[in-house]
């Protein structure tokens, strides 16, 4: 009882605390998705379940040089492209350690953003299936015609990789695969590949200052 009521003690003080969706912030008729992400390269550590013979039973160790990946996807106005500040609402995000073991801070930067862009592309259907445009049978394409999805990175290496014309192989060949798979969002319209990216619809990459 005793901790119920420190808990509704806090929950009466940090009331305030929260998310607050203005009435200022972007239009449901002209709004785009966004989707923000970010990753730590090698600072965390994990628990990972191993079998101790000696015991006969499971226990977990301590695995040290994590990487940790976080994003927010959010309805943001269409100046977000190039907009220095904007008024964002929130739709979902999240906050985990990375599972795969990464050996560069661009390829935790790379999970991070693949994360963020898929979560951000069911959002954008759900969004344009709600406005009644949305084909089913092609649900990724027709989202991507109807409405636009800006990609916001601080990581200048992989933002420069993206929006570069010619494609720059890297020597590991999963994180190139990844790496192709987001440069095929940018630069492909329905199904074609395009001379030069186009920001008015479709998936596009924005660098933002790490401050």
Not at 26 to 55: H, L
Not at 102 to 118: D, Q, V
């Given at each position: 009882?005793?901790?119920c009521n420190?808990?509704?003690d806090y929950?009466?003080?940090t009331?305030d ?6 009435s ?7 709004c785009?998705?966004?989707?923000i992400?970010d990753?730590?390269?090698?600072n965390d550590t994990?628990?990972?379940?191993t079998w101790d013979?000696?015991?006969d039973r499971?226990?977990?160790?301590k695995?040290k040089?994590?990487s940790?990946?976080?994003y927010?996807?959010?309805l ?6 190039n ?5 964002i609402?929130p ?9 795969r073991?990464?050996?560069s ?5 790379t999970?991070?953003?693949?994360r963020?862009?898929e979560q951000g592309?069911?959002?954008?259907a759900?969004?344009?299936?709600a406005r ?15 409405m ?17 014309p010619?494609?720059?192989?890297v ?8 790496l192709m ?11 074609e ?5 186009d ?5 596009y ?7």
């Amino acid at each position: 009882l005793r901790e119920c009521n420190r808990i509704l003690d806090y929950a009466k003080e940090t009331s305030d605390h929260g998310l607050f969706f203005s009435s200022e912030g972007p239009s449901w008729d002209d709004c785009v998705v966004c989707s923000i992400s970010d990753a730590s390269f090698n600072n965390d550590t994990t628990y990972v379940k191993t079998w101790d013979e000696a015991n006969d039973r499971w226990t977990e160790i301590k695995e040290k040089n994590r990487s940790q990946q976080g994003y927010i996807v959010c309805l943001a106005p269409p100046d977000i492209l190039n907009a220095r500040t904007a008024i964002i609402h929130p739709i979902v995000w999240s906050s985990a350690i990375i599972k795969r073991v990464c050996r560069s801070t661009l390829m935790a930067e790379t999970f991070s953003m693949i994360r963020a862009t898929e979560q951000g592309a069911r959002i954008r259907a759900a969004v344009v299936d709600a406005r009644g445009l949305l084909t089913l049978k092609k649900w990724e394409e027709s989202a991507s015609r109807h409405m636009s999805h800006v990609w916001l990175t601080d990581c200048d290496s992989l933002y420069e990789h993206l929006v570069s014309p010619k494609s720059q192989q890297v020597g590991n060949k999963r994180l190139n695969i990844d790496l192709m798979a987001l440069r095929q969002q940018v630069w492909e319209r329905d199904g074609e590949r395009t001379q030069f990216v186009d920001s008015s619809s479709g998936d596009y990459p924005r660098w933002i200052d790490t401050s």
